[in-house]
């Protein structure tokens, strides 16, 4: 079936680096993402990593991907208060349809 | 044009009416897709439209209906409305599959009373 998971809760202090973490359950899965929700707003995607790469790094931020296990994350270096929103994990199926896991509120504190 | 814009931003319906979400996509964007998200949980697909025709959907029954035009708009039906419809709508297109990805909008809260 299909399935995403993420954690519900991640708190950290500014700074810090943040790893949200998601695991997936179809293997066919073509590209994963990470997108950012603020409250009130759509999605913007934060980045995407093809299923066959193991990491990719944009800025402050770093995806891995282990296609073994079905696991995701994406960590953010040097956490800032304007990162506090929901980021979701969402897998592009090879009709194009996006699965998303729950969310992950992430809380950073000054 | 750029970017997906979404209309009304927000929508309070009676139980049992019909409701219209009205997207317009990115220029050149020909698959449009529909995501319901209900408050605290992820998007969950709707449907998806090449090119005018429905070629996707998810696990949502008959009463939700759509429409893509040829200039980039689309629309989705909801009819006989129920309280569990009310969650935010959210409309995405892209031109090719994978990469970049969808432009999501930024959604229509329907509450349904």
């Known amino acids: 079936g299909e399935d995403v998971e993420q954690s519900l809760f991640l708190s950290v202090r500014e700074g810090d680096s943040s790893v949200i973490n998601c695991t997936y359950t179809d293997s066919s899965s073509t590209y994963l993402y990470w997108y950012k929700q603020e409250p009130g707003a759509g999605l913007q995607l934060l980045t995407y990593i093809f299923s066959n790469m193991d990491m990719k790094q944009d800025q402050r931020l770093t995806v891995l991907l282990n296609k073994k296990d079905k696991h995701l994350s994406l960590r953010i270096a040097d956490t800032q208060t304007g990162d506090s929103a929901i980021y979701f994990c969402?897998?592009?199926?090879?009709?194009?349809?996006?699965?998303f896991g729950q969310g992950t509120e992430l809380s950073v504190k000054p | 044009e750029t970017g997906v814009t979404q209309s009304p931003t927000h929508l309070i319906k009676t139980r049992g009416q019909q409701v219209t979400l009205r997207c317009s996509s990115q220029s050149g964007h020909n698959t449009v897709s529909w995501y319901q998200q209900a408050l605290g949980q992820g998007p969950q697909f709707i449907f998806q439209y090449y090119r005018e025709e429905e070629n996707g959907r998810g696990n949502f029954p008959p009463r939700f209906s759509g429409l893509q035009f040829p200039n980039y708009s689309s629309e989705l039906n909801v009819n006989a409305l129920e309280l569990d419809d009310s969650a935010l709508y959210l409309c995405?297109?892209?031109?090719?599959?994978?990469?970049?990805?969808?432009?999501f909008g930024s959604g229509t809260r329907l509450t349904v009373v």
């Open positions: 995405a297109s892209r031109d090719v599959p994978g990469g970049d990805g969808y432009t």
């Open positions: 969402a897998e592009s199926m090879v009709d194009g349809k996006l699965i």
